[in-house]
Structures are given as C-alpha cells and as structure tokens.
C-alpha cells in the first residue's frame, strides 16, 4: 500500500500532468483576421471554418456550451481547420455577414484551402453532427498548400448572391410577420432586445422560434430621429407568469429580460 508520502508525490504528478496536458489544447478559434486566416489556410493546406454569432442568439450559446468544448471537435478545428468566429455586432463581423448573406443564427461556412466555399449550415449541431460534417470535407483533394505572393491571399468565393432589392424585400415581407402584432387586451410581455437595424431584431426572431412557442413581436419606436426594433416575446395575463418565464430565460439561457 501506498503511505502518506508516497500518496502525495502521486497526486503532485497526476496534477502535473494534467497541466501539461491543459497546455498543450490548441485553441479553437484563431484572433487572425480573415486575410491572415486564408493566407494560414492556404500555407498549411487547411480548410477554413467560419462561425457566424451573436452574444443574444441562445442557439450559438448552447453550442459554445457544448458542442465546441467537445474534445473530438477541438481536435480536429485544431488540427485540420483555421476555425474564425464572427460576431455580426461588430463592425468586421457585420461585414462579413452581409458579403455571405447570413440571415439565420448560428451559421457555418466551410471553405477548402483554395477559399471555395463547400458547405453551409445554417442551424445548430450537437457535437456528433459537427464531428461528421468536418470529417466530411477533411479530405486531402480539399487541403492543397497554396503559394501565394507576400501580403497576397486568395478571395474565399461564394454563389453569386440575389439581387439586394429582392433579398432586401423578402427579409422585410418575413419581418412584417411579427411587426407590431397587438395582442387583445392587457398582457405582460418580456423583451429581449432592441436593435437600431431591423435586420438584427429579424435574426434575434428566427433563433427565438427555435426554442419557443410563445408568440413573438417586434415594435418600432423612434429615439432622437432614429428607428429602434424592440423584440418581445408572450402574452401574459399576469405579471406572475411573466415573471416566472423570465426566470426560466435567466436560468436555461442566461438571458435577461425586461417585462412590460
């Protein structure tokens, strides 16, 4: 049997290890840019993954939770994928967004070494699912080493997108859906975001019905010469039941809400 001492030394080298092997998972997600990251693609014959996000889509929290700390996905984003996310709220992320026409949250885009887009997902995935769709691409024909020029990197193509007045009209005939529905008499609702760009209060919509039923609205209200869309969601007949689904929110999806 072990002794006191012995037992001791054990554990030190058991945390030891551990460290060691904490320190040596590569991170997922590369801060490179999206230049950098196809140069890095193309130099080391590796696809390219792109998550698209926002902080409030609840889908893409549940998958930050779960599927991307799977240890099988980690591996292999690592290993054979330069892995981006891009947040659409930020100015670099919004652009990206807009030159790929991302309408729905979460979306994934993979391209091969080449920057040629081979796949689009636009919903979330469990861990198993993600593993079979990047096993699926992760083949030697998609991961040739490019010889690029300095500061040069290939365009990462896309179909040729829809006429923007087209693609505009049809985003905004779905908005309309849930614009100012007025429930009949007094009801509490509980509001979940407010969006200078209806275009996000659209995209917080589509990841709200994938969890609920409840009915959502969107209000458009005016603040110092500017539009605001305000996404709201249930009908309420007290402000009990809109307080315990507020915490229902809180506690499954960490998000906040304010009832009116």
Same mark, same amino acid.
């Given at each position: 049997?072990?002794?006191?001492?012995? %037992?001791?030394? @054990?554990?030190? *080298?058991?945390?030891?290890?551990?460290?060691?092997?904490?320190?040596?998972?590569?991170?997922?997600?590369?801060?490179?840019?999206?230049? +950098?990251? #196809?140069?890095?693609?193309?130099?080391?014959?590796?696809?390219?993954?792109?998550?698209? !996000?926002?902080?409030?889509?609840?889908?893409?929290?549940?998958?930050?939770?779960?599927? @991307?700390?799977?240890?099988?996905?980690?591996?292999?984003?690592? &290993?054979? !994928? *330069?892995?981006?996310?891009? $947040?659409?709220?930020? &100015?670099?992320?919004?652009?990206?967004?807009?030159?790929?026409?991302?309408? !729905?949250?979460?979306?994934?885009?993979? @391209?091969?070494?080449?920057?040629? %887009?081979?796949?689009?997902? &636009?919903?979330?995935l469990t861990p198993k699912k993600l593993i079979a769709l990047l $096993?699926?691409?992760?083949?030697?024909? $998609?991961?040739?080493?490019?010889?690029?020029?300095i500061n040069t990197a290939p365009d990462l193509h896309h179909p040729? =997108?829809?006429?923007?007045? +087209?693609?505009? #009209?049809?985003? $905004?005939?779905?908005? #309309?859906?849930?614009?100012?529905?007025?429930?009949?008499?007094?009801?509490?609702?509980?509001?979940?975001?407010?969006? +200078?760009?209806?275009?996000?209060?659209?995209?917080? *919509?589509?990841? %709200? #019905?994938? %969890?609920?039923? +409840?009915?959502?609205?969107?209000?458009?209200?005016?603040?110092?010469?500017?539009?605001?869309?305000?996404?709201?969601?249930?009908?309420?007949?007290?402000?009990?039941?809109?307080?315990?689904?507020?915490?229902?929110?809180?506690?499954? @999806?960490?998000?906040?809400? =304010?009832?009116?």
């Open positions: 049997m072990l002794n006191f001492k012995n %037992l001791y030394l @054990f554990f030190l *080298v058991l945390l030891a290890s551990a460290e060691i092997k904490a320190h040596d998972i590569k991170p997922i997600f590369n801060s490179a840019n999206i230049k +950098e990251a #196809k140069v890095k693609a193309g130099q080391e014959g590796k696809l390219i993954f792109i998550d698209f !996000y926002a902080d409030w889509c609840m889908p893409c929290q549940w998958m930050d939770k779960t599927t @991307f700390k799977d240890e099988e996905v980690a591996h292999i984003l690592s &290993e054979h !994928y *330069v892995s981006l996310k891009a $947040n659409i709220d930020d &100015e670099s992320g919004y652009d990206l967004k807009n030159a790929y026409d991302i309408k !729905y949250l979460p979306t994934m885009l993979i @391209f091969n070494s080449e920057g040629r %887009l081979l796949d689009r997902v &636009e919903q979330s $096993n699926k691409y992760n083949e030697p024909a $998609n991961k040739a080493i490019m010889k690029h020029d040729r =997108l829809a006429d923007a007045s +087209e693609s505009m #009209k049809s985003m $905004n005939d779905d908005f #309309k859906k849930h614009f100012d529905d007025k429930a009949s008499g007094k009801t509490y609702r509980l509001q979940l975001g407010v969006f +200078e760009r209806y275009q996000g209060a659209q995209e917080m *919509v589509q990841s %709200l #019905k994938q %969890l609920f039923t +409840e009915p959502i609205t969107v209000s458009n209200e005016f603040k110092e010469g500017k539009p605001l869309y305000k996404v709201r969601i249930g009908q309420f007949e007290t402000w009990d039941e809109a307080q315990v689904f507020k915490n229902s929110i809180k506690s499954d @999806f960490n998000m906040e809400g =304010l009832i009116l």
